[in-house]
């Protein structure tokens, strides 16, 4: 069987997204290594779930990641789908935090969505299942 191990998001900033992603959204710290003074390596994942995808904060400098993370976000588009139990909720905790959404809660068809802003250069989408009617 094929699994999805990991998936990786560009960030302004490792060690900003490093705090943003662990103290803000609740992600566990999974690696933190910095390989003989160069970037640092740095995956988080949902806290206690350690059998899960995770997700590597990788530096958003050069010639393929800037431009790819800056049409993203003038296109409003999320670079990452992270899915919730509550979405208003989330919404709720993270705005009471100072996280700045460029959309709230809203049905989509058979999800409720809200995209914030992660601070380190990406829009990030929350998403809730709802049950089918």
């Given at each position: 069987m094929i699994r999805v191990a990991m998936t990786g998001v560009y960030v302004d900033d490792v060690a900003r997204a490093h705090a943003f992603y662990t103290d803000v959204l609740g992600f566990e710290t999974r690696s933190h290594v910095v390989p003989g003074g160069g970037s640092p390596f740095v995956t988080v994942g949902a806290a206690g779930g350690h059998n899960d995808v995770e997700l590597l904060l990788e530096p958003g400098e050069g010639p393929i990641a800037e431009p790819y993370r800056k049409a993203l976000h003038e296109a409003g588009i999320?670079?990452?789908?992270?899915?919730?139990?509550?979405?208003?909720?989330?919404?709720?905790?993270?705005?009471?935090?100072?996280?700045?959404?460029?959309h709230g809660p809203e049905k989509q068809g058979p999800v409720i969505t809200a995209v914030l802003d992660d601070t380190v250069g990406n829009l990030v989408q929350l998403m809730q299942d709802t049950p089918a009617t």
């Open positions: 999320p670079c990452i789908v992270l899915g919730v139990d509550d979405v208003r909720a989330e919404h709720d905790r993270l705005v009471g935090l100072g996280v700045r959404f460029a």
